[in-house]
């Protein structure tokens, strides 16, 4: 069993009162001590998870100590890969009977289950690296956010792209004054790549082996297994996942919050995209994602804007008109993603990640100098995983992380926030006439009360800030 960064240190400590011995002439040159090895569990180590831990491991400064997974059809290659570690099935098991010998947790579980597993790791002193977005609803980022400060332990969210050069010049660039004051930031994506704006399936298929149905539903309520949820699709369904915005949105919205300073929004607005059965019949899908959408954020002015900011989101393939400062033949973002900044002297943008930032029009990339101002990560975005390692290491304070919950959780809370405007925007209410539906929500503009995590204007957007959980869990605050 391996033994945790804690109980190395009592150990050292006894034996130090005998003796010190030098750490390079122990292990020579290049020696890393087992205190400052990070101690990891995983939880959800298929897909993403797997490529997380990988990413820990090659810091070099990581053991991969624990595996935990409800369906080990998904874990096998990461039970492959580390043969040393111990795998458990339902990782409440794991935080209780394997507390003393980890000291840090990466979740890359479903959108639906990452605040429970989150907050029961720092409720034991752990460091937590959660995949984005950070949780699935408001409640649950606030509530993270606390308790990272809280419990005093190194937390990053898992938008690699908060720790690449690209944001770091566009920050750059912004503070010279390059484009001016920035109002209007436009963001799309081609997401969803998963279906949506379908039917939940009435078929009832056998749970397959290795999968544990109710473990994986965890907060959310009971439904019979369906096939074609597992491992990604379930991003579509309400229930688990948080849609295209989900997916993306923390990766795309990151670099307006960290250039214009950006926190908490005030009021939201969405349309989007209807799916129709039959001619003039609109199907109502109240469990999935709409297949596109348009919402609009208003942040308020902050210390780097002169005014309010209006941030548009477009999914589903939808994209802003193209700004006249790019050729007819230049590429938008990246084809399928992209930012675009506003200024009222000139325009910036970047693709996903805040990769490839430039200038507009492209010309004034090779006439503009700035000299850099902000450190970089060690390996840029994929610097990511070992700046959360080695920060972890350091002790909390002790190093800056690039998306800490106390960054992560304001950027989650706008992209939950537009979430709410979306699911409103699709919900029908039956029309006073009795005849058919009529969607109120897609008219309305959501007022946003930030001290009480609250829209004060259409209550029932509330149902969706803070989910009640099935029964037998709970968020432990």
């Known amino acids: 069993m391996s033994v945790s960064r804690r109980s190395f240190l009592e150990k050292s400590a006894l034996a130090s009162s005998f003796f010190i011995v030098p750490r390079h002439v122990l292990g020579g040159k290049g020696f890393l001590a087992p205190s400052d090895k990070l101690i990891v569990a995983g939880i959800g180590v298929g897909g993403k998870g797997k490529s997380d831990l990988r990413k820990f491991y090659e810091s070099g400064k990581a053991e ?14 990461s039970v492959a890969a580390y043969p040393k570690a111990k795998y458990y099935k339902d990782w ?15 979740v890359s579980t479903p959108d639906h289950n990452h605040a429970v597993q989150a907050m029961a790791a720092m409720q034991l002193g752990k460091h937590v690296y959660v995949q984005k977005p950070m949780t699935h609803d408001i409640y649950e980022a606030r509530m993270l956010t606390a308790a990272a400060d809280k419990y005093k332990v190194v937390t990053q969210m898992g938008n690699q792209g908060s720790s690449g050069d690209g944001v770091r010049q ?8 390059i484009i001016g004051d920035v109002h209007t930031v436009q963001i799309w994506t081609n997401r969803p790549i998963w279906p949506q704006g379908i039917p939940w399936s009435t078929a009832k298929p056998p749970v397959p082996s290795g999968l544990d149905w109710d473990l994986w539903l965890g907060t959310a309520p009971y439904k019979d297994y369906v096939d074609n949820l597992i491992p990604g699709s379930w991003r579509g369904w309400w229930d688990y996942g948080t849609g295209a915005l989900g997916d993306l949105g923390c990766h ?19 349309s989007v995209g209807s799916v129709f059965t039959a001619f003039g019949q609109r199907g109502v899908f109240p469990d999935s994602c ?19 900011v209006t941030m548009h989101w477009m999914d589903g393939g939808i994209k802003p008109e193209r700004p006249e400062e790019l050729g007819p033949d230049e590429m938008f973002g990246d084809g399928n993603s992209g930012i675009l900044f506003i200024g009222t002297k000139g325009k910036m943008m970047a693709s996903e990640y805040a990769a490839n930032p430039r200038l507009l029009p492209l010309s004034r990339n090779e006439e503009v100098k700035v000299k850099k101002t902000l450190e970089r990560v060690p390996g840029s975005a994929e610097g990511h995983y070992a700046q959360w390692v080695e920060g972890a290491i350091a002790g909390y304070g002790n190093k800056q992380m690039s998306s800490s919950f106390e960054l992560a959780g304001p950027l989650t809370e706008a992209i939950l926030m537009a979430n709410l405007a979306i699911r409103v925007a699709d919900m029908p209410f039956p029309r006073p006439t009795g005849k058919g539906n009529h969607y109120p929500g897609s008219n309305t503009k959501l007022l946003w009360d930030n001290a009480n995590m609250r829209v004060t204007n259409f209550d029932a957007a509330n149902q969706f800030v803070k989910r009640t959980y099935r029964d037998g869990w709970s968020l432990g605050v």
């Open 64 to 77: 991969i100590a624990f595996l935990c997974d409800v369906d080990d059809r998904q874990a096998k290659d």
């Open 92 to 106: 409440r098991k794991l935080m209780e009977i394997e507390s003393k010998n980890f000291d840090a947790v990466s």
């Open 170 to 177: 566009l920050v750059e660039w912004y503070d010279a004054g």
């Open 252 to 270: 795309l919205m990151e670099a307006p919050f960290r250039v214009l300073g950006l926190k908490y929004a005030s009021d939201v607005q969405a």
């Open 290 to 308: 709409p297949p596109s959408s348009h919402a609009t954020l208003t942040f308020p002015k902050t210390s780097k804007t002169q005014g309010p």
